[in-house]
């Protein structure tokens, strides 16, 4: 057995899971938060068969695709209140970071 970790952007996360739960697979949601944007994810986890795992892949590399957007970021400068010298830079949202562990046992009670 598998367990795919995902690691996606909140506005992605509604379509994956109805997906993922069209095509059978059962999956848990929390929510997360990312580290430079400091903007909402939702990390999934899904528990599948070893033989199940490139289809889960799959669904989540079709729904969760990359953007570009513009947002304002703050230069490392010290001794400077937030945002107060923001600039806008363009970064790349959304997509997905997935993990494959193996799961050494799976116990449902």
Sequence with gaps: MKMVLAVIHDEDAHRLMEALTKEGFMATKL???GGLLKTGNTTLFVGVE???VDKVVELIKDICKTSKKMSLVN???SNVPDNMLAYP???TVGGATIF???VDQY???
């Design 100 to 102: 494959v562990l193996d």
């Design 89 to 91: 830079v363009e970064i």
């Design 75 to 77: 230069p490392p400068v």
């Design 31 to 33: 929510a997360s938060t």
């Design 107 to 109: 116990l449902k009670v």
């Design 50 to 52: 070893r033989d199940k």
